[in-house]
């Protein structure tokens, strides 16, 4: 595994953690976003994430500052990628912005890059074309919270090398990951396989009327003992996911997930409600109700 230099495309919640845990651990990492001011917004959860690494792992302010001088930041994509060893691809969750980014990926970047998305719920198969490069992309799944929720899921397709493939487990150990490696495609890879039709029923109960989103966590908390419910972990993927994942099942002619498009857009997106990253979204933070010790109880 010969990769040094590292550029994650996308600064979003999952895009802004994936680059710090890998300069946490010592690599050199390129930031790629759209713009100036989509940048400016990295930088903050730059900052946030320091803290957290702080209070969560123990790590030194000497330790987090390091990690954020190995941060390089771009809003020009050829600059981004230009020693780049690996490419880690975390744009919006829409088909034509992957295969557009893809597209333009392939015409600047070094023939010895490798290239991985962290799609949640696509296929690499649906974009190796446009790489220029099939075999040497794959899927490189991280779950939200990375520096606590350390996974990571590498998904071939038919067509990535196996060397790619053992170099991207290897590269995953190396930032601190537990590497889950998937033999064939499967859309969703494990977690979400098991988390996507979860977080859809627990939609599913508050959309249609049948309970409000705090019983549904509730209900799920006191019944399996787990620490958070659904809507509390909608909170920490963000709004923007869900929703645009939904819009697309509905674009396909999904009735329920245009209902839960619509829910999420007018009384979430629309009021500024993204989730735990603007502190505000089904609950509000940094003291969300699912944690006051009154509620599990009656």
């Known amino acids: 595994m010969n990769f040094k230099n590292i550029t994650v495309a996308g600064s979003g919640v999952l895009g802004s953690q994936i680059a710090f845990q890998t300069a946490f651990k010592g690599f050199q990492v390129s930031v ?9 917004r990295a930088k903050d959860r730059f900052a946030t994430l320091k803290s957290n690494y702080m209070r ?16 390089t930041l771009f809003s020009d994509l050829q600059q981004a990628v230009e020693n780049a060893d690996l490419i880690i691809e975390a744009v919006p969750e829409v088909v034509e912005i992957k ?21 949640s719920t696509m296929l690499p198969s649906q974009f190796a074309e446009f790489t220029g490069r099939p075999e040497k992309f794959l899927a490189l799944h991280f779950a939200n919270e990375i520096w606590n929720n350390n996974t990571a ?9 196996s ?32 988390l996507v039709p979860f977080l859809a029923a627990a939609e599913y109960l508050v959309v249609n009327g049948i309970a409000d989103p705090e019983t549904v ?12 419910g659904p809507f509390a972990i909608l909170d920490i993927i963000g709004i923007n996911t869900p929703y645009n994942l939904s819009a697309a099942k509905a674009k396909a002619g999904d009735e329920g997930a245009a209902k839960v ?20 979204g089904f609950y509000d933070y940094p003291n969300p109700r699912y944690l006051d010790k009154d509620f599990l109880n009656n």
């Open 163 to 194: 060397k790619v493939f053992d170099d991207v487990v290897e590269f995953a150990k190396a930032i601190g990951m537990v590497a889950l490696p998937l033999q064939k495609e499967q859309p969703g890879y494990i977690l979400n396989t098991l």
């Open 56 to 71: 969560d792992l123990g790590a030194s302010q000497e330790e987090v500052d390091a990690a954020y001088n190995r941060l």
């Open 217 to 228: 966590d509730k209900t799920w908390m006191i019944a399996t003992g787990a620490p958070k």
């Open 32 to 40: 790629y976003d759209i713009n100036d001011e989509v940048l400016d």
């Open 261 to 280: 498009a619509e829910y999420l857009k007018t009384e979430f997106l629309d009021k500024g409600r993204m989730g735990i990253q603007n502190g505000k």
């Open 153 to 161: 899921e590498i998904m071939r397709h038919a067509g990535t090398d």
């Open 99 to 119: 295969r557009d980014f893809y597209q333009k990926l392939a015409k600047v970047a070094p023939e010895k890059t490798v290239f991985a998305t962290n799609t």
